[in-house]
């Protein structure tokens, strides 16, 4: 095997596959990225089973051949080579030579029969949607999915299509988020759970702009692909909570406030409440005003916003973590606030349509 192709271009399609290598592997060749010459020029694949990536590389190809290498050292390797184009030669033992400008390295690989094969989706349906747009509901929604391994659905979002919408639904079991993309078309009916490292890899390589990406998806599997760039990983199985169950259907009190103002206001007050044994952060609500506070032994704060106030009168407690994250993931200037009780769930949603819907639970430390 033998080819040319820039430095940058290598490193570009290093850094992506590379994300699917096993931290911890038990085998050699599972810390392997498989190169094989094909008609774009090099393709390459990582995997760590549940997870695979393979992109390709523009390449000349002078001799046609296949080899896997170590990923993370042939990564650092490429990294560190002077600008411009490289060579790479791999002889029938494997053993790779990477030339560019006066630069030499050797490196041993693998043959490449043992590298395992990335999985097929099989009988599938397609979702195709602009990068940008899936990219940004993944990043407003994943940073509410479970770390604790006990609930292994919950480290997943789930995946639905319905008529013309298709929406991203992540809960750890203390908040919510739900990203929803209308279609203007009747889409496949779709319900899987990806998991939620999955989802975030994607959308690193996921572009910020209206280049499509399509989703396919089978019984156990779901791709992304981009054009030269795919993704595979096995889904989660299980049954995802009945979200739409939990979310109330009714308000008693009803706050309009500025995402900015409310922001800053937690993040001042959190500096006080992170001192504390909770992290809590307190709200009362009333007509005109929202009142934070925070408190610990090292002193309080008190913060004041103006609001638009429909209800009923609130006290209500927050660990400040569960708002702020949230409030980070919504993009609109103002927002609506919705309760019922000081320990039933805050929700949190746009002035105008249904793009979004969030929910944070309280704390209990009024009385009800």
């Not at 271009?9 to 050699?28: G, M, P, Y």
């Not at 779709?190 to 989703?215: H, Q």
């Not at 981009?226 to 199985?237: F, Q």
């Not at 008693?252 to 001042?268: F, G, N, P, Q």
Request: proline share 4%; aromatic share 4%.
């Amino acid at each position: 095997m033998r080819f040319t192709c820039l430095v940058a271009d290598l490193v570009s399609a290093l850094n992506i596959v590379t994300r699917a290598i096993a931290a911890r592997s038990t085998t050699q060749i599972m810390e392997g990225v498989l190169l094989v010459s094909c008609e774009e020029g090099i393709r390459l694949t990582c995997t760590d089973l549940a997870l695979g990536i393979e992109t390709h590389v523009a390449a000349h190809v002078t001799e046609e051949g296949s080899v896997v290498m170590p990923g993370k050292l042939l990564a650092e390797i490429v990294r560190k080579l002077p600008e411009g184009q490289m060579e790479v030669s791999v002889n029938e033992q494997n053993a790779a030579s990477i030339k560019c400008a006066g630069s030499r390295t050797k490196l041993a690989g693998l043959p490449a029969e043992e590298f395992p094969a990335l999985p097929e989706v099989g009988e599938s349906q397609t979702i195709v949607m602009p990068q940008a747009n899936l990219r940004e509901m993944i990043q407003r929604s994943t940073f509410a999915i479970a770390t604790d391994e006990t609930r292994p659905i919950l480290t997943g979002c789930l995946l639905e299509a319905e008529g013309g919408d298709m929406s991203i639904v992540a809960l750890d079991g203390f908040r919510m988020a739900l990203r929803k993309e209308s279609f203007g078309q009747e889409l496949p009916a779709l319900s899987v759970v990806v998991p939620g490292k999955v989802l975030n890899e994607i959308a690193r390589i996921l572009s910020d702009t209206d280049a499509m990406v399509s989703l396919v998806w089978g019984k156990s599997h779901l791709m992304a692909d981009m054009g030269t760039t795919r993704v595979i990983a096995r889904l989660l199985d299980g049954e995802f909570i009945r979200y739409k169950q939990i979310l109330p259907g009714e308000w008693k009190t009803r706050i309009i406030v500025s995402k900015k103002d409310m922001e800053e206001a937690l993040d001042r007050a959190s500096l006080m409440a992170r001192e504390g044994k909770n992290n809590l952060v307190k709200l009362h609500m009333e007509e005109g005003t929202l009142l934070i506070t925070s408190n610990a032994e090292l002193g309080d704060v008190r913060e004041e916003i103006s609001i638009e106030f429909e209800g009923r009168e609130l006290d209500i407690a927050f660990n400040v973590r569960y708002i702020t994250d949230t409030l980070r993931a919504i993009e609109d200037e103002n927002i609506i606030l919705k309760f019922n009780s000081n320990v039933s769930p805050c929700v949190l949603c746009p002035t105008f349509g249904d793009k979004f819907i969030y929910l944070a639970l309280p704390v209990r430390v009024f009385s009800a």
